[in-house]
């Protein structure tokens, strides 16, 4: 069964250090999201992208936050200066459609930073 | 804008014994609503859906959950439970009109004891 593949499973890092977690989503889903998950709090959207651009993006989804597709089956998401509090569980998900929450989600990516 | 509300955050049961989860919402327009289900290290995958007609949506490993306009629900539940159903479950909701972008509750922890 076709999935949603993120590395690495857990990266940590310095305060101001810059991460680039990726994904892989499902090779014929052409939406993609980011959403991610601080430790005992609620799954929070942060981004979506379609068609090479940003869809749309939350108010957590600052300056210091891009996402790219680099290639045609990479999708990146980069923090350029990493905060303490940009600790969580980041999720990479990919939908086939645009507007029914069909949503595959990948295992996850942990940040930790110090 | 929507909300969603869980307020069991734990909820032991018994093998066999019947189970239900608890989902409120909120929104001034109409939603989609969802549950995924996150199993230990895994991410998180669709358990079953609302979008239209039937209020009553089924899983194939015998959950059902019913949309309940009038009280803004979307309870979930399973007659009989079984060890492998222990896992984290989310309710989550989109607008119908609003692309992707889900919000979700803050999980619910499913344990199944012998």
């Given amino acids: 069964e076709p999935e949603v593949t993120q590395t690495p499973s857990h ?32 799954v929070e959207f942060l981004v979506s992208f379609y068609n090479n651009e940003i869809s749309e993006k939350s108010e957590i989804f600052d300056d210091q936050f891009s996402v790219e597709r680099p290639d045609g089956s990479n999708f990146t998401l980069k923090i350029r200066s990493t905060k303490l509090e940009d600790s969580a569980m980041y999720f990479c998900a990919s939908s086939d459609r645009s507007r029914t929450g069909e949503l595959f989600f990948g295992e996850g990516s942990r940040l930790t930073v110090l | 804008a929507q909300s969603v509300t869980q307020l069991d955050s734990q909820v032991p049961v018994f093998e066999e014994a019947p189970v239900e989860l608890r989902c409120n919402y ?27 007609g039937s209020t009553l949506v089924e899983s194939i490993n015998g959950f059902e959950a019913e949309f309940n306009k009038s009280q803004t629900s979307f309870h ?9 159903d222990t896992a984290e479950y989310f309710c989550a909701v989109t607008l119908t009109g609003g692309g992707n972008k889900l919000t979700f509750g803050t999980g619910t922890q499913l344990k199944v004891e012998l």
């Avoid at chain 1, 977690?21 to 999201?33: A, G, K």
């Avoid at chain 2, 109409?30 to 979008?51: A, D, E, M």
């Avoid at chain 2, 979930?76 to 492998?84: A, N, Q």
């Fill in chain 1, 11 to 42: 990266q940590v890092t310095q305060m101001g250090q810059e991460v680039i977690l990726r994904c892989v989503p499902i090779s014929n889903h052409l939406y993609f999201y980011w959403y991610r998950q601080i430790l005992g709090q609620k």
């Fill in chain 2, 26 to 52: 909120s929104s001034s327009v109409s939603v989609y609503l969802f549950w995924y289900v996150q199993y230990p290290n895994q991410g998180l995958q669709l358990l079953l859906k609302y979008l239209s």
């Fill in chain 2, 76 to 84: 979930l539940r399973k007659p009989s439970v079984h060890i492998s």
